[in-house]
T-cell receptor, first 114, second 111 residues
Framework: SAVISQKPSRDICQRGTSLTIQCQVD?????MFWYRQQPGQSLTLIATANQGSEATYESGFVIDKFPISRPNLTFSTLTVSNMSPEDSSIYLC???????????FGEGSRLTVL | GQQVMQIPQYQHVQEGEDFTTYCNSS?????IQWYKQRPGGHPVFLIQLVKSGEVKKQKRLTFQFGEAKKNSSLHITATQTTDVGTYFCAGPAGSARQLTFGSGTQLTVLP
């Protein structure tokens, strides 16, 4: 399994500001995934962060709104830009198992935008 | 795109009663995974099913993968308060390791 640390665990933000979420993994991984979980909803994949190349975004998510960095094989950041109340969600970082296909998740970053 | 639906959305049971959640995919899946998310927590992997018609058990939990590999179920026998949480199924999407999550079933167990 992988140990994934996310910061911040929660934050309250003002409309129009940006917040960067950090994700640190205890082992080197090729791909890291960023998911969003809106209140009471399921998980939606935002993007796949690849080391050494641009992140790959899913339909409905764009780089200007959710810029991602992946400077090395154990670390990634997701920025939520120009936030609005609709961005209030839990943002989850995840990595895949080396052996099988399951995902391991960080504890999540719960953002509330006022 | 691929859609994964779960029913029911919510389920309240008395402790000791059984519980079942059903997962249906719009496309055939190479495998299906199940996750549990406790209130305030993050999703935790439970199991992966790969073969058509496969059945796996984990103590009181029984997981089944449909013959057509488009549906799956999770059955909990004699629920306990520790079973409280939201159960998600998930299937592969796009490139390796990406998953599409089902809509989830939120289980409440009344003592």
């Amino acid at each position: 399994s992988a140990v994934i640390s996310q910061k911040p665990s929660r934050d309250i933000c003002q409309r129009g500001t940006s917040l960067t979420i950090q994700c640190q993994v205890d082992s080197q991984v090729t791909m890291m995934f960023w998911y969003r979980q809106q209140p009471g909803q399921s998980l939606t994949l935002i993007a796949t962060a690849n080391q050494g190349s641009e992140a790959t975004y899913e339909s409905g998510f764009v780089i200007d709104k959710f810029p991602i960095s992946r400077p090395n094989l154990t670390f990634s950041t997701l920025t939520v830009s120009n936030m609005s109340p609709e961005d209030s969600s839990i943002y989850l970082c995840s990595v895949g198992s080396r052996v099988a296909g399951e995902l391991f998740f960080g504890e999540g970053s719960r953002l509330t935008v006022l | 795109g691929q859609q994964v639906m779960q029913i029911p959305q919510y389920q309240h049971v008395q402790e000791g009663e059984d519980f079942t959640t059903y997962c249906n995919s719009s496309t055939t899946l190479s495998n299906i995974q199940w996750y549990k998310q406790r209130p305030g927590g993050h999703p935790v992997f439970l199991i992966q099913l790969v073969k058509s018609g496969e059945v796996k058990k984990q103590k009181r939990l029984t997981f089944q993968f449909g013959e057509a590999k488009k549906n799956s179920s999770l059955h909990i026998t004699a629920t306990q308060t520790t079973d409280v949480g939201t159960y998600f199924c998930a299937g592969p999407a796009g490139s390796a390791r990406q998953l599409t999550f089902g809509s989830g079933t939120q289980l409440t167990v009344l003592p």
